[in-house]
């Protein structure tokens, strides 16, 4: 028996479906950690998560198998056991699970009981459950190994407490979610950590995955619910933490307690963070986008700049006839600011020859949507044509108060491989452009200082696709319309209850029919970073055609 314990918590990124190269960056963590007894991986990270139906092919299950026996194979060189996630097959049946590897062979599996099915996960149409763990002995040490979502309810861990297990470690997959830091600590992690009287190692992965980026911000909870350690939050780390035996139990010492990004740093780091693995990963020499003068534009060329460098953002202004010399100023000063490349590739022979093209077909009709759509569908072809000529890939760059309206132009400024801004309302842009012009986010590789002119955050938004418009002609004031759309989409609310909270019936009745009307728009939008609990696409899975209005 013994009374001292060194376990590494290896907070690391990981590729889906990467088996060797994920394997060897574990291989890689393990020689850092030499000297501790147990270095942690988070969940499934041989294979990648969430690894979606992939995790259905035989050629990644058989693979993911060979690479345990050889991570198992490297543990007997006497150094630190490994406790791996990966996934299992067990009388037919597919289980997300650990392993801990020692002394050259897998000394013990253990499989996730609580399978999580709602928003971002879907594991139950993957995974079978595995039944109520036991602890594994290790270095004569009761180690229960909770996975993820089985600290989420309380029976998992209150029975490792009653089979003997002296502390907990808990592999996660946790992605981001504003605020979740918090839940996870509080809501969470030192609910369990008191109720079971142990103390508790939360481990996460960090970096990007498609729709889902994950903070890391891993942690650790002593049995009274003090904090001893807290890794950073949007970077990789391996951390060593030491553990003794007292006349009460198990406690970890106290270790670096790291500051996490405060709001809405943790916004803007979740967006560089998720399109700097989607760009890399995805194998783009870098990104080209559509800088209009305006805030939205502006913000996702900063957003860019800071994910992969200026040097690999293109940004080309195209302007019509309805661009003001304002929006020419602000892009120019705009791109100055961020050091991207720039270009102004107007728009005007194109909207003349497609209005010309027309012309015949139009006859009688009065100039509406339709023409003013035109512009927009001709940057969306000149963007794409840059993009497969050259190799960036096109960022678009609506938000979400937009997107749930329809007040986009599909086939036009919704066309591209990425979104940055699909999860964040307007008026959570404004906040975060006026945080970044006064700031530098830690992972940043953008340049100090502002990033766009001041007039960008402070003028009326506009589209510039008729004279004088406005964004306030079509939609209410953004303030209140974000309100609106937080009811109507992350809430669930009835058009009747927020009307008893003080909106107009008349304006939540419109915007629940657009929110509704423009689901079609939304199915064919290009994936962005999930920042909210009810994001389009993963979490919100609403059926194109229905006739049911709460109004």
């Given at each position: 028996?013994?009374?001292?314990?060194?376990?590494?918590?290896?907070?690391?990124?990981?590729?889906?479906?990467?088996?060797?190269?994920?394997?060897?960056?574990?291989?890689?963590?393990?020689?850092?950690?030499?000297?501790?007894?147990?270095?942690?991986?988070?969940?499934?990270?041989?294979?990648?998560?969430?690894?979606?139906?992939?995790?259905?092919?035989?050629?990644?299950?058989?693979?993911?198998?060979?690479?345990?026996?050889?991570?198992?194979?490297?543990?007997?060189?006497?150094?630190?056991?490994?406790?791996?996630?990966?996934?299992?097959?067990?009388?037919?049946?597919?289980?997300?699970?650990?392993?801990?590897?020692?002394?050259?062979?897998?000394a013990a599996v253990r499989?996730?009981?609580?399978?999580?099915?709602?928003?971002?996960?879907?594991?139950?149409?993957?995974?079978?459950?595995?039944?109520?763990?036991?602890?594994?002995?290790?270095?004569?040490?009761?180690?229960?190994?909770?996975?993820?979502?089985?600290?989420?309810?309380?029976?998992?861990?209150?029975?490792?407490?009653?089979?003997?297990?002296?502390?907990?470690?808990?592999?996660?997959?946790?992605?981001?979610?504003?605020?979740?830091?918090?839940?996870?600590?509080?809501?969470?992690?030192?609910?369990?950590?008191?109720?079971?009287?142990?103390?508790?190692?939360?481990?996460?992965?960090?970096?990007?995955?498609?729709e889902l980026v994950f903070?890391?911000?891993?942690?650790?909870?002593?049995?009274?619910?003090?904090?001893?350690?807290?890794?950073?939050?949007?970077?990789?780390?391996?951390?060593?933490?030491?553990?003794?035996?007292?006349?009460?139990?198990?406690?970890?010492?106290?270790?670096?307690?790291?500051?996490?990004?405060?709001?809405?740093?943790?916004?803007?780091?979740?967006?560089?963070?998720?399109?700097?693995?989607?760009?890399?990963?995805?194998?783009?020499?870098?990104?080209?986008?559509?800088?209009?003068?305006?805030?939205?534009?502006?913000?996702?060329?900063?957003?860019?700049?800071?994910?992969?460098?200026?040097?690999?953002?293109?940004?080309?202004?195209?302007?019509?006839?309805?661009?003001?010399?304002?929006?020419?100023?602000?892009?120019?000063?705009?791109?100055?600011?961020?050091?991207?490349?720039?270009?102004?590739?107007?728009?005007?022979?194109?909207?003349?020859?497609?209005?010309?093209?027309?012309?015949?077909?139009?006859?009688?009709?009065?100039?509406?949507?339709?023409?003013?759509?035109?512009?927009?569908?001709?940057?969306?072809?000149?963007?794409?044509?840059?993009?497969?000529?050259?190799?960036?890939?096109?960022?678009?760059?609506?938000?979400?108060?937009?997107?749930?309206?329809?007040?986009?132009?599909?086939?036009?400024?919704?066309?591209?491989?990425?979104?940055?801004?699909?999860?964040?309302?307007?008026?959570?842009?404004?906040?975060?452009?006026?945080?970044?012009?006064?700031?530098?986010?830690?992972?940043?590789?953008?340049?100090?200082?502002?990033?766009?002119?001041?007039?960008?955050?402070?003028k009326p938004p506009t589209?510039?696709?008729?004279?004088?418009?406005?964004?306030?002609?079509?939609?209410?004031?953004?303030?209140?319309?974000?309100?609106?759309?937080?009811?109507?989409?992350?809430?669930?609310?009835?058009?009747?209850?927020?009307?008893?909270?003080?909106?107009?019936?008349?304006?939540?009745?419109?915007?629940?029919?657009?929110?509704?009307?423009?689901?079609?728009?939304?199915?064919?939008?290009?994936?962005?970073?999930?920042?909210?609990?009810?994001?389009?696409?993963?979490?919100?899975?609403?059926?194109?055609?229905?006739?049911?209005?709460?109004?």
């Amino acid at each position: 028996m013994v009374d001292t314990l060194s376990i590494t918590l290896a907070q690391l990124n990981q590729v889906v479906g990467d088996l060797a190269g994920n394997a060897a960056a574990m291989l890689a963590a393990r020689e850092r950690a030499r000297g501790t007894d147990l270095i942690v991986f988070p969940e499934l990270h041989l294979i990648g998560y969430p690894p979606e139906d992939l995790i259905l092919k035989p050629a990644l299950i058989e693979r993911a198998a060979a690479e345990l026996q050889t991570l198992a194979a490297a543990t007997a060189d006497g150094g630190p056991a490994m406790l791996v996630g990966s996934v299992f097959v067990r009388d037919g049946a597919l289980h997300n699970g650990v392993a801990l590897l020692d002394q050259g062979k897998i000394a013990a599996v253990r499989f996730k009981h609580e399978l999580p099915n709602y928003g971002t996960f879907d594991e139950v149409r993957l995974f079978q459950p595995g039944p109520l763990p036991e602890p594994i002995v290790f270095r004569g040490v009761m180690i229960g190994v909770p996975i993820c979502e089985d600290i989420w309810q309380p029976d998992v861990c209150r029975h490792l407490a009653d089979f003997g297990a002296e502390l907990l470690i808990v592999p996660n997959g946790s992605p981001y979610e504003i605020d979740k830091d918090t839940l996870r600590i509080d809501g969470v992690a030192k609910l369990r950590a008191v109720d079971t009287r142990l103390p508790l190692a939360y481990l996460n992965r960090v970096g990007g995955q498609d729709e889902l980026v994950f903070d890391g911000a891993s942690f650790v909870i002593n049995g009274d619910g003090s904090l001893a350690v807290q890794l950073a939050d949007w970077e990789e780390q391996v951390v060593e933490t030491r553990w003794t035996r007292t006349a009460t139990g198990w406690r970890c010492d106290r270790g670096e307690v790291a500051k996490l990004a405060d709001h809405p740093e943790d916004i803007y780091c979740a967006m560089v963070l998720a399109l700097r693995d989607y760009v890399d990963r995805n194998r783009f020499p870098g990104v080209v986008l559509g800088l209009s003068g305006g805030i939205d534009s502006a913000i996702c060329a900063a957003i860019a700049a800071d994910a992969l460098g200026p040097e690999r953002v293109w940004a080309v202004m195209l302007p019509s006839r309805f661009t003001s010399q304002e929006s020419l100023d602000d892009a120019t000063e705009c791109a100055r600011l961020i050091g991207c490349r720039y270009d102004t590739i107007p728009i005007g022979p194109a909207v003349e020859a497609f209005t010309g093209m027309l012309a015949p077909v139009f006859a009688g009709r009065a100039p509406d949507l339709a023409e003013e759509n035109l512009q927009s569908r001709i940057r969306g072809v000149t963007l794409m044509g840059l993009s497969n000529k050259f190799g960036p890939m096109l960022l678009t760059t609506g938000n979400k108060s937009e997107m749930s309206v329809g007040y986009a132009t599909i086939y036009g400024d919704m066309a591209g491989g990425y979104n940055p801004l699909k999860d964040a309302y307007k008026t959570t842009v404004f906040a975060i452009a006026r945080w970044r012009n006064a700031h530098r986010p830690k992972i940043g590789l953008g340049p100090e200082g502002p990033v766009m002119p001041d007039n960008i955050i402070t003028k009326p938004p506009t589209a510039e696709l008729r004279e004088n418009q406005k964004d306030s002609d079509s939609l209410p004031p953004y303030d209140e319309l974000d309100a609106i759309l937080l009811g109507l989409v992350e809430h669930e609310k009835s058009v009747a209850q927020l009307v008893s909270e003080g909106f107009a019936h008349g304006t939540v009745a419109r915007i629940e029919r657009l929110l509704n009307l423009a689901e079609y728009k939304r199915r064919q939008a290009p994936p962005g970073v999930k920042l909210g609990s009810r994001n389009f696409g993963r979490d919100r899975r609403y059926p194109i055609t229905h006739a049911f209005r709460s109004a």
